[in-house]
Each structure stands twice: as structure tokens, then as C-alpha cells.
């Protein structure tokens, strides 16, 4: 699908509180509703703006939603300070604030985030908009394991860094998205013995 239509780039308060009102407005409607289900001009009069005013901001609906996504991520990305998980000498406990900072994330935005990962598997475009934004994370981690090497057995940074973010993912979105009675804490330590075992060198395991 082409879109070239060409839109304005907030530059002025005006605008920047414009372009605001939208991905407010569009985030409430894809939480609720749903993206599949929310039209533009519901996200226009969501807004209070005319449906002129969305598309001088914005191409289309996949345009708005590819904004939300990179805000999301570029969230995360800020807030995943991987210098700010204490070491303290304990591989253990660093392993297990990084689970712990993942998993509260989730609790930010839950319904758009759960309707980010229901729409990445329904739709081959979608899922390529949240790939572009989600690919920025593993970086970190990957980072994160290399200037520590000295706890980790692991020496494939990017390859531990995939396992870690996809197999930590379905395990949180599974736990925070859907009604059940888990026990959150017993999760996080059954997730940081099972990660532990996979990289931390044995007699950094002090825990």
C-alpha cells in the first residue's frame, strides 16, 4: 500500500499539542476499541479536531499507530538503564531486577500493549512496524551482557539477548495480559534461576 501523502512535522507548540491530542486520543480508542475497529475520523472526533487536521499530521491510521509504537519503545529504551540494576557483586540479584524492571513495564499502557502484540501476530504489516521499534531493545541487553562479561558463560551477546527478551516476553504477556491467578513473585524467581543457569558462570552464583 502507498502512502505518500505528504503531512507537516509538529515543529510549533500549537502543533506539537496537536499532534499530542491525536496519539492520546488514537491510544484510548486502539486500547478500547481496538486498531482494526477504530477508524480515523472516531480518532478525529476523539480528539476534537477535524478529520483535515489528522491528516495534515498524519498519512493514515498506520502512520498514527507507527507513532505510538516508537513512543512506547522509546520509553522503554529510556527507562531501561542497564547501569541502574544494582551488581553489588550478586550476578543473581542483577538478573533478577532486570526481570523485575521488564515486568513492571508491562504494567504501563497494558491494554495498548496487549493490543500491540495481538495485532503483531493477525497482520504481517503490523508486525513489521513493532519489529522495527522492538529490534532497538536487544541492543541494550546485548550491550548490558558484554560490559559485564566476566559473570556470563555466554559469549554470543546478541544471540543471548534474542532468548532473553522473547522467551521473558511471552512469559510477562501471558502473566499481566490475561485474568489468572499466578503467583508474579514465584514467576520472577523461577525466571531467574531458569536465566541464571543459562548465563551466569557457576562461581558467580551466589545466591
Known amino acids: 500500500m502507498k502512502r505518500e501523502k505528504q503531512v507537516r512535522t509538529p515543529k510549533q507548540q500549537r502543533s506539537l499539542e496537536k499532534a499530542a491530542l491525536i496519539k492520546k486520543a488514537a491510544l484510548e480508542l486502539f486500547s478500547d476499541k481496538g486498531y482494526f475497529k477504530t477508524t480515523t475520523n ?41 547501569e541502574h540494576i544494582p551488581l553489588n557483586g550478586s550476578a543473581y540479584e542483577t538478573m533478577r531486577g532486570l526481570i523485575h524492571m521488564t515486568w513492571q513495564s508491562h504494567y504501563v499502557n497494558t491494554a495498548f500493549q496487549k493490543e500491540m502484540a495481538a495485532l503483531s501476530s493477525q497482520s504481517d504489516e503490523l508486525r513489521a512496524v513493532e519489529q522495527k ?67 551466569i558462570k557457576p562461581e558467580f552464583l551466589s545466591c
Not at 140 to 158: C, G, M, P, S
Not at 182 to 188: G, H, L, N, S, V
Open 133 to 199: 521499534y522492538r529490534d532497538s531493545m536487544a541492543p541494550v541487553i546485548a550491550a548490558f551482557l558484554e560490559n559485564h562479561k566476566e559473570f556470563y558463560r555466554v559469549t554470543d551477546y546478541q544471540t543471548a539477548s534474542l532468548l532473553i527478551t522473547t522467551s521473558l516476553e511471552a512469559v510477562i504477556h501471558e502473566a499481566v495480559f490475561f485474568p489468572n491467578d499466578y503467583d508474579q513473585e514465584a514467576i520472577i524467581r523461577e525466571l531467574t534461576d531458569m536465566f541464571c543457569a543459562y548465563l
Open 42 to 82: 472516531e480518532i478525529a472526533k476523539h480528539a476534537g479536531l477535524s478529520i483535515g487536521t489528522i491528516y495534515s499530521y498524519y498519512k493514515d491510521k498506520l502512520d498514527i499507530y507507527e507513532e505510538l509504537v516508537k513512543d512506547h519503545y522509546t520509553a522503554a529504551a529510556e527507562k531501561a538503564d542497564m
